[in-house]
């Protein structure tokens, strides 16, 4: 059985609709993972053509079901675009999860990310019954180190040649945050 419930949960913040990924937002998951200032500090999901979007979309489906992973489109109340995503992965049910997120450059700056990563803390420490939430971050990348601090996440270690892709070795910092 599945971690996540049949009926995909919906999250809603004052300004945000946190729902399920679907193709109906392939062009604009399309957009995110095809824009290097996301990349570059979310380098694992480069998308260089329109259709690997469907493939996205799969394959959250299918992590979703077998209770791996969970990631929520942000999309402003009252509209249709998909402007963000946020979840978790690495789940141990009743202990401890990462955190992962990314939001289009034309919405930084307007603490939309703070309001979204609350909402699903607050998911995670209740509903999933997390203890840890853990978050990866490639040095360099001040903008998201702020927002793990605001949100009450603390930094724990340097690990250096962490993550290795397309070639390239990134040294990340790991931030942590407890249930109260
Ligand atoms: C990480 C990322 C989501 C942070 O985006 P962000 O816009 O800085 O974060 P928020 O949406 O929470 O906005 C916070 C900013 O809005 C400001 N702000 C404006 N209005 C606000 C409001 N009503 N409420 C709260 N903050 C507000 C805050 O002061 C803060 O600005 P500051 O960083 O200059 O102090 C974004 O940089 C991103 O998508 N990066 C690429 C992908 C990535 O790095 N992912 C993370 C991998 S670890």
């Known amino acids: 059985m ?11 913040t004052d300004r945000l609709l946190l729902t399920e990924i679907t193709t109906a ?6 957009h995110l993972f095809n824009d290097q200032r996301i990349t570059q500090y979310y380098p694992v999901m480069y998308l260089e053509k329109p259709e690997d979007a469907n493939l996205v979309v799969s394959m959250l489906e299918k992590k979703y079901e077998e209770g791996l992973m969970v990631r929520w489109g942000i999309t402003l109340h009252g509209t249709d675009k998909l402007i963000g995503i946020i979840g978790f992965n690495d789940i141990y049910p009743g202990h401890k999860a990462k955190i992962s997120y990314l939001l289009s450059p034309d919405y930084w700056g307007m603490g939309l990310m703070t309001e979204a990563v609350q909402a699903i803390l607050k ?6 019954g997390l ?3 853990e978050a990866l971050v490639i040095i360099g990348n001040e903008q998201s180190v702020k927002l793990l601090l605001r949100c009450g996440f603390g930094y724990e270690a340097l690990l250096e040649d962490f993550l290795f892709t397309d070639g390239c070795h990134y040294d990340m910092k790991l931030y942590a945050r407890l249930s109260e």
Do not use: A, K, M
């Open 123 to 128: 998911y995670g420490f209740e509903i999933l």
């Open 2 to 12: 599945s971690l996540f419930p049949l009926d995909f949960p919906v999250l809603q």
């Open 131 to 133: 203890n840890r939430i």
């Open 25 to 30: 937002y392939s062009d604009d998951i399309y």
